[in-house]
């Protein structure tokens, strides 16, 4: 009897976490309390009265019964509110497409307008079209919740708890307040703006335009670590977009090609981008901001796409400044994120016989979710001739390009996130190198020469992390020179209780958004907080990241970094990284 009951004490912990890490319903907690209480009653009545097929029923009846409770707490599927539990609004602003009103953070110091809308959902007909104006509406807009993320694979809420347990240690145990799982839709093409309270018409409050990451697959542009509530505080405003994902915004077709009027196809997130920018120009002089002072910031796949509009010919004007964290598609030939046009069009090709369609109109008529499991082929910015006359490399050689200054840099462990379930020995290592360098590869192992295998997995670490984001790092560095544009690089190294220097943990620092009661950082972590986002607020203001943070000298050599640390300072690239970097010149010559 007692052992029964253990185990059976034992299962109804392991329910419960599992509903909570599916972030199922509280009603969920309440309902297997009922169930395992009834089953503990009934099996014991059985065995009591020497009924053991009673206890054999019982065990069915609960496992049907907690397969039930299961489903019917499964988490709902709603918008994020922009500031959960604020009613209080902001005043009216009218912009070109209507009046909107936005809401106020609990402490009184910023207005968030979520959800306004830059194009109109390109869905039915407009799928796979350049984004079109938005229709105007009458009345005022309540702008209070952030729109659906673009349309995107989405994994059970399990998958992302244990992300948060395993690769960010930040996860929130029995918070039933995101008891819920966020809208997905092709609708998507709207645009959030931060700004400090009581900002105006003429303020000319300078701007920072945010593009989300996620391999051009993923992603929100309402994620905490990147959101503008705290640095609207020092008198910038910050705008961020949803764009097209995956097979919806990155698709290249002939057909396609074709009907466009100006003769493009595979760029359709890129357009998206565009047009937000335009949204910019045309609207946020209404609530305070300046037009003509407005930077470009992204992050990983957002960061390519920084890369990309910084030499596209729609983008001329529509920026001033570029901030490009880990990733760029600078080198002849990006290792992520990009593909010529001819690629792109096969790719397309067999993206279109997968999902068995044999023309267009077939595309259009399926469902968004037939087509989500494309994403993982069709999510690489496309040299068009039309978003991108040329490749990146080539464009900067010539000296067309559209910043005037380039904040950028990457993590000291960019690939932990990427290769953590992976281990590497001596024998895999060499394996590894061959296989990518091939006739380069002993010029390699002439700079890394593992001893044992902990040192191969090491050295490994650092050749995957340099070959996607560093390298590509040097070699915007280097073409920024070369055209005599002011650049200033970082390497972000500062560890600490949550993900680290792993690729995307610079951006709550850069951000300031570490959390106030967050026991993962510390004091020192806090402190290069303030001075990396102090760095970033004089770069959007005043297009130079050295003015408080006066030992941040340009990076004329390519090979100079402001470190952000334990310690923060300037330092030179290892002679082993250098080694590496020639390697890789040579590999893309």
Same mark, same amino acid.
């Given at each position: ?130 984004? =079109? ?30 992300? =948060? ?284 020469? +593992? ?63 570490? +959390? ?37 000298? =340009? ?22 990284? =250098? ?11």
């Amino acid at each position: 009897m007692i052992a029964r009951r253990i185990i059976i004490g034992i299962l109804f912990i392991l329910f419960i976490l599992l509903l909570e890490l599916s972030s199922n319903t509280l009603w969920g907690v309440f309902l297997a309390g009922a169930v395992f209480a009834g089953f503990i009653l009934f099996t014991e009545i059985g065995v009591s009265k020497g009924r053991p097929f009673v206890a054999v029923i019982s065990w069915v009846i609960f496992l049907v019964a907690l397969v039930l409770v299961y489903i019917v707490s499964y988490p709902p599927v709603k918008r994020v509110k922009a500031f959960e539990g604020s009613k209080v609004k902001t005043d009216v602003v009218e912009i070109s497409d209507g009046k909107v009103t936005g809401v106020v953070n609990k402490d009184g110091t910023c207005e968030l307008f979520a959800g306004i809308p830059y194009a109109k959902a390109p869905v039915g007909d407009l799928r796979w079209k350049e984004p =079109q104006d938005p229709d105007k509406w009458d009345g005022v807009r309540e702008c209070d919740t952030f729109a659906p993320m673009s349309m995107q694979p989405r994994n059970p809420s399990i998958y992302y708890s244990l992300a =948060q347990i395993i690769g960010f240690h930040d996860y929130k145990w029995f918070d039933f307040s995101d008891n819920y799982m966020p809208e997905v839709s092709e609708d998507a093409l709207y645009v959030n703006l931060w700004r400090p309270t009581g900002a105006k018409v003429g303020d000319k409050l300078p701007v920072l335009v945010y593009i989300h990451g996620g391999s051009l697959q993923t992603g929100q542009p309402w994620y905490e670590d990147y959101r503008g509530e705290n640095l609207v505080k020092d008198g910038i405003i910050v705008v961020n977009m949803g764009y097209r994902l995956g097979v919806y915004g990155f698709l290249a077709l002939d057909e396609l090609a074709n009907e466009s009027p100006s003769g493009t196809t595979g760029n359709y997130g890129l357009l998206d981008q565009i047009k937000a920018l335009e949204w910019v120009r045309d609207n946020v002089g209404y609530f305070g901001g300046d037009p003509d002072n407005v930077t470009l910031a992204g992050e990983s796949a957002g960061a390519a796409c920084v890369s990309a509009l910084s030499v596209s010919p729609l983008a001329k004007g529509l920026f001033k400044r570029t901030v490009l964290e880990s990733s760029t598609v600078a080198p002849i030939n990006p290792p992520h994120s990009f593909r010529l046009l001819d690629e792109a069009l096969s790719s397309g090709r067999r993206a279109m016989e997968k999902v068995g369609a044999g023309s267009i109109s077939d595309l259009r008529a399926l469902p968004a979710k037939a087509l989500t499991g494309l994403y993982t082929s069709e999510h690489h910015i496309t040299v068009d001739g039309y978003v991108l006359p040329d490749t990146p490399y080539n464009l900067y050689k010539k000296g067309e390009y559209n910043e005037e200054a380039i904040f950028h840099g990457f993590n000291k462990e960019e690939s932990a996130a990427f290769i953590m379930f992976t281990k590497t020995d001596i024998e895999s290592f060499r394996r590894k190198v061959k296989d990518y360098f091939g006739d380069l590869a002993d010029d390699v192992f002439a700079v890394y020469d +593992p001893s044992d295998d902990a040192e191969a997995d090491t050295m490994w670490s650092e050749i995957y992390g340099a070959v996607f984001f560093d390298y590509p790092h040097y070699c915007l560095n280097r073409l920024a020179v070369e055209n005599g544009i002011p650049v200033h690089e970082y390497l972000f190294s500062k560890t600490n209780g949550r993900l680290g220097c792993w690729h995307s943990g610079e951006e709550v620092y850069l951000y300031a958004n570490i +959390p106030s009661d967050s026991k993962l950082y510390d004091a020192n972590d806090r402190e290069v907080m303030d001075k990396m986002s102090r760095a970033l607020l004089d770069f959007v203001k005043y297009g130079d990241c050295s003015l408080t943070l006066k030992e941040w000298k =340009q990076n004329t050599d390519s090979i100079s970094y402001m470190n952000f640390g334990d310690e923060i300072k300037m330092i030179t690239e290892s002679e082993r990284k =250098q080694a590496l970097y020639k390697i890789l010149d040579e590999m893309n010559s």
